[in-house]
C-alpha cells in the first residue's frame, strides 16, 4: 500500500515587458559626421516612438474604493450561485528541480463547498462540503479522510481559497490592492489572520476586461508557488451531494490527521 503523508494545504490542491525589440527605421538619407553615419529618423517614425513610449502599458494602481467597486461589480456579474472553470496548474517546490503540471476542472458553491478533479496526468480528487475533506485517488482505489473542524488552520486555508475563486468577502480575510492592466485587472491578497499567515504568503488574481478569471497565483512561505491558469468559466447551480463523498466499499480509506 502507498505510503500515505499528512495533508498540507496548499500541497494537496497542486490546488507554490513594456521593452520589445522594434526593428529599426532609418532613412536612405543619413548625416555624416566624421567616418560613422547615423541615422536620421523621419516625422512618422519619431511620432510612431512616441506613442509607443507613452502608451499605457503598465500596471496602474488602484485606489481602495476603486479596487472595492471592481470586487463589487464581479460578484454582481456572477450572481450568487455557484462557480465552474477548467484550470492548468504549474506548482513550483521549493524541493524539486523541476515545476509539476497538472490539468482539470474546479467548483466552488458557497458558502464553502469546493471541488478540484485533476484528470491529467494523474487522476486526484479533492472534495468537501464545508465539514469533511475528502482526498480520493480512484485508480489506486484509496482515500483521505480530513475532519476540517479538528484542524483550524486546514479550514482557514481552503475557505481563502475558495473565497479568492468567487471574489466575495475577501475583505474580511484579506489585505487587497489592485492594480489596471492594459487588459484587466491585477489584485493582490495578503493575509490578515495569523493562522492563515503559516500556509499562505500572498495570492495574485488576474481578471480580463470582462471581469472573468484569468490566472491565480499562491505564494507559500516555504517557497513553493502554484500557478492556475484558468478558462471557461460558468457560474451554475451546483447541487450539495456534487460536494460530498461516500467511498465504496472497495475503497482503502485513512485519516492522516486522526
Known amino acids: 500500500m502507498r505510503q500515505l503523508h499528512p495533508l498540507t494545504p496548499w500541497d494537496r490542491w497542486r490546488p507554490a515587458g513594456f521593452l520589445k525589440k522594434i526593428p529599426s527605421l532609418q532613412n536612405p538619407r543619413t548625416l555624416h559626421h566624421g567616418s ?26 488602484m485606489t481602495p474604493a476603486e479596487t472595492q467597486d471592481l470586487l463589487t461589480r464581479v460578484i454582481s456579474a456572477r450572481g450568487p450561485g ?30 464553502n463547498q469546493f471541488r478540484k478533479e485533476a484528470l491529467r496526468p494523474r487522476r486526484v480528487i479533492n472534495v468537501s462540503d464545508g465539514i469533511t475533506l475528502w482526498v480520493v485517488f480512484p485508480d489506486e482505489k484509496q482515500a483521505e479522510k480530513y475532519p476540517l473542524k479538528a484542524n483550524r488552520s486546514l479550514a482557514d486555508s481552503f475557505q481563502a481559497l475558495a473565497s479568492a475563486f468567487r471574489l466575495k468577502d475577501l475583505d ?66 451546483l447541487p450539495d451531494d456534487f460536494f460530498q463523498y461516500v467511498p465504496p466499499k472497495d475503497m482503502q480509506v485513512s485519516a492522516p490527521l486522526g
Open 36 to 61: 560613422s553615419k547615423i541615422p536620421r529618423l523621419t516625422t512618422s517614425a519619431a511620432l510612431l516612438f512616441l506613442l509607443l513610449a507613452c502608451s499605457p502599458c503598465s500596471a496602474q494602481p
Open 82 to 111: 455557484g462557480l465552474t472553470i477548467d484550470y492548468r496548474e504549474v506548482r513550483k517546490v521549493a524541493m524539486l528541480k523541476e515545476p509539476v503540471s497538472e490539468e482539470g476542472r474546479l467548483a466552488f458553491s458557497p458558502p
Open 172 to 237: 474580511k480575510q484579506f489585505e487587497i490592492s489592485g492594480e489596471r492592466l492594459p487588459r484587466g485587472y491585477q489584485l493582490t491578497l495578503t493575509p490578515r489572520q495569523c493562522g492563515l499567515k503559516t500556509s499562505v504568503s500572498s495570492i495574485g488574481i488576474t481578471l480580463d476586461s470582462d471581469l472573468t478569471l484569468q490566472k491565480i497565483s499562491v505564494q507559500a512561505p516555504n517557497g513553493n508557488q502554484s500557478t492556475l491558469t484558468l478558462s471557461n468559466e460558468k457560474s451554475e447551480n
